[in-house]
C-alpha cells in the first residue's frame, strides 16, 4: 500500500476511537472545581513527564535524523509543559513543585511504548495514536473549563499546550508519509496504533474512577 493511503487507514482507525469519546460526558454530575481542576492537571503531570520521557528515550535510538531531531523538540515541549502545569496547580493552591507524579510508577502504556524498536511503529502508537487522543482530550477539557469558569487554566491549553500537540500530531503523519513504506513496517505500524488505543481506553477509565472527568488531559 501507498504510505499516503496507509496514513489515511490509520486515521480512519484513530477517528473511529475519537468519535467514541464524544459519547461520554465531560464530567460527572455534581463534580466541583476546582478540586476536580487539580486532580486533573495532577493526572496530567503524569502524562506530560511520561511523554518527555519516552520521546527522549527514543531520540536516543532513533536512526533517521528528521524523526530524531522531532522528538528532541518534543521532550523539551512536553517538559515545559509540565512545568506550566505545575504552576497552574501552584495558582490554585495545590502546589507541586518536588512532588513525582510517578513516584509510583509509570502507566501502562509508558511501558508498552517502551518496548517499540522501529521508528514507524513508535511514530503510530506515540505521536499518531497518543497525541490524537491528547488532541481530543484537551479540547473537550478546554470547553469544560470555559463552561465551569476557569479561564486561566483554559487559556494555558488552547494557546500552549494544545498548538504544541498538534505540532507532535502533524509530525507523526509528515514522518509516516516518509517511513511506512514497505508491508513489514506498516503493519508493525498499524498494531502498534491498536494497542496503543485499547491501552488509552483502559487508562481513561481508570481516570474517569479517580476523577469524575473523562476528559483528562492528554499529552
Known amino acids: 500500500m501507498e504510505p499516503s493511503g496507509f496514513v489515511a487507514e490509520l486515521r480512519r482507525e484513530l477517528d473511529a476511537e475519537l468519535i467514541k469519546l464524544d459519547e461520554l460526558p465531560v464530567a460527572q454530575p455534581g463534580l466541583a ?62 502546589p507541586a513543585r518536588g512532588w513525582n507524579p510517578v ?40 470547553a469544560w473549563l470555559e463552561q465551569i469558569g476557569d479561564a486561566a ?8 499546550v494544545q498548538p504544541e500537540e498538534d505540532a507532535h500530531h502533524a509530525f507523526a503523519d509528515q514522518m509516516l508519509h516518509k517511513y511506512a513504506n514497505t508491508p513489514e513496517a506498516q503493519d508493525k505500524a498499524r498494531q502498534a496504533l491498536r494497542k496503543t488505543l485499547a491501552l488509552a481506553d483502559e487508562l481513561r477509565e481508570v481516570a474517569v474512577l479517580r476523577t469524575g472527568l473523562a476528559a483528562i488531559p492528554g499529552s
Open 103 to 142: 513516584a509510583h510508577g509509570y502507566s501502562p502504556l509508558y511501558h508498552y511504548l517502551r518496548t517499540l524498536h522501529s521508528t514507524v511503529e513508535r511514530l503510530a502508537a506515540g505521536q499518531f495514536a497518543r497525541e490524537g487522543i491528547a488532541q481530543k482530550r484537551n479540547r473537550q477539557f478546554i
Open 153 to 160: 487554566t483554559a487559556r494555558l491549553y488552547r494557546e500552549i
Open 33 to 94: 472545581p476546582p478540586e476536580a481542576v487539580i486532580d486533573a492537571l495532577r493526572m496530567a503531570l503524569k502524562s506530560e513527564l511520561e511523554a518527555s520521557d519516552i520521546a527522549a528515550l527514543w531520540m536516543s535510538t532513533t536512526v533517521e535524523l528528521d524523526a530524531k531531531l522531532g522528538l528532541a523538540r518534543q521532550c523539551g515541549d512536553e517538559a515545559k509543559h509540565f512545568e506550566l502545569i505545575q504552576q497552574r496547580l501552584a495558582d490554585l493552591g495545590a
